[in-house]
């Protein structure tokens, strides 16, 4: 809220960040609050979601439009049980396939 009744709804790739608050211990996995608040951050609801040829995942505003961030992919996989074990190999294709990728 900016006081003028304006909000953005969004998650960065960062850590404290929505998506790792689990891994930092702030939140259980189980809780139903942060699966709802996950589900949000890993979704199209969320400016700074991505998907592309290499992977989906967070993003963020300093790391620029259409970029999944490896640290997004990382938090993102660490609790997930649907989608980690495709996020290392998605994370490391990125790498391989000479694609640029910030850490």
Same mark, same amino acid.
């Given at each position: 809220?900016?006081?003028?009744?304006?909000?953005?709804?969004?998650? !960065?790739?960062?850590?404290?960040?929505? /998506?790792?608050?689990? $891994? %930092?211990?702030?939140?259980?996995?189980?809780?139903? %609050? $942060?699966?709802?608040?996950?589900?949000?951050? %890993?979704?199209?609801?969320?400016? $700074?979601?991505?998907?592309?040829?290499?992977?989906?995942?967070?993003?963020?505003?300093?790391?620029?439009?259409?970029? /999944?961030?490896?640290?997004?992919?990382?938090?993102?996989?660490?609790? !997930?049980?649907?989608?980690?074990?495709?996020? /290392?190999?998605? %994370?490391?294709?990125?790498?391989?396939?000479?694609?640029? /990728?910030?850490?």
């Amino acid at each position: 809220m900016d006081g003028y009744g304006n909000a953005l709804m969004m998650d !960065d790739a960062n850590a404290p960040g929505l /998506v790792s608050m689990a $891994y %930092l211990g702030c939140a259980s996995v189980e809780d139903p %609050l $942060y699966r709802r608040t996950r589900a949000f951050a %890993l979704s199209d609801s969320n400016p $700074y979601f991505f998907k592309g040829k290499a992977a989906e995942g967070v993003g963020g505003p300093h790391e620029g439009l259409n970029m /999944v961030w490896p640290m997004g992919l990382c938090t993102g996989a660490d609790f !997930d049980r649907r989608c980690g074990d495709t996020d /290392v190999p998605a %994370l490391a294709a990125g790498f391989d396939s000479g694609d640029r /990728v910030h850490a």
